[in-house]
């Protein structure tokens, strides 16, 4: 059974710092997706990492694919209060993707 | 183009009720999904359907739950004798094609009292 874990479940910043948001899952799989969830509305697709080593950047935000450690990184860059969401990570397996439990992310001034 | 749509929004009910919650995919879309999201957790996987194959029914948690799609459009996700611990947000999603981004709907909050 394919098992993801995301790091911090919360996370409190300052505007203008760094953080790393961590997603570890259990089995092989060649797709990663991050999503950003606001309070009351429903996920909006942020990336898709499609193979080891994958990188991607919008913004503040930079995801990137280690499929040999079965990890992803979404760093974000100098926070500002927009990026304040719950931010998760899906990895897909058998044509589903299973979800971790979320980080959320709650930049003050 | 339309987004995915879901109804309704909010939905109601008493403990033993059933209830038939809507999606509405985004034209095109051959994969579509359902989830439930409790307050505060992550997306629980429910069931998805790709084209006219099976469905993939592994995340249903009880024979009460069932879920049907007719062709490539709508589909509807039933809840026969609703329990309390059925209150949730339960979201739809669809995609071109399976393991493709997927997009979502706005989502129906259910509430059983």
């Known amino acids: 059974e394919l098992k993801v874990e995301q790091n911090p479940l919360f996370l409190s910043m300052q505007e203008g710092k760094n953080y790393t948001i961590y997603c570890n899952y259990s089995?092989?799989?060649?797709?990663l997706y991050w999503y950003r969830q606001d309070p009351g509305k429903s996920l909006e697709s942020l990336f898709v990492?499609?193979?080891?080593?994958a990188v991607k950047q919008e913004g503040r935000l930079m995801a990137s694919l280690d499929t040999k450690a079965r990890l992803s990184t979404l760093h974000i860059t100098a926070a500002v209060h927009d990026l304040s969401a719950t931010y998760f990570c899906?990895?897909?397996?058998?044509?589903?993707?299973?979800f971790g439990d979320g980080t959320t992310l709650t930049v003050k001034p | 183009g339309a987004g995915v749509s879901q109804s309704p929004s909010n939905k109601v009910t008493e403990k033993g009720k059933d209830v038939e919650l809507r999606c509405d995919p985004i034209?095109?879309?051959?994969?579509l999904y359902w989830y439930r999201q409790r307050l505060g957790q992550g997306l629980e996987f429910l069931i998805y359907?790709?084209?006219?194959?099976?469905?993939?029914k592994s995340g249903l948690p009880s024979d009460r739950f069932s879920a049907e799609r007719t062709g490539e459009s709508v589909s509807t996700l039933t809840i026969q004798r609703t329990q309390q611990e059925d209150s949730a947000v339960y979201l739809c999603?669809?995609?071109?094609?399976?393991?493709?981004?997927?997009?979502f709907g706005p989502g129906t909050r259910l509430t059983v009292l």
């Open positions: 999603a669809s995609s071109r094609q399976v393991r493709d981004t997927q997009y």
């Open positions: 089995t092989t799989s060649d797709r």
């Open positions: 990492l499609l193979s080891n080593g």
């Open positions: 899906a990895v897909e397996g058998a044509g589903k993707s299973t």
């Open positions: 034209s095109g879309h051959t994969a």
């Open positions: 359907f790709q084209g006219n194959s099976a469905p993939d």
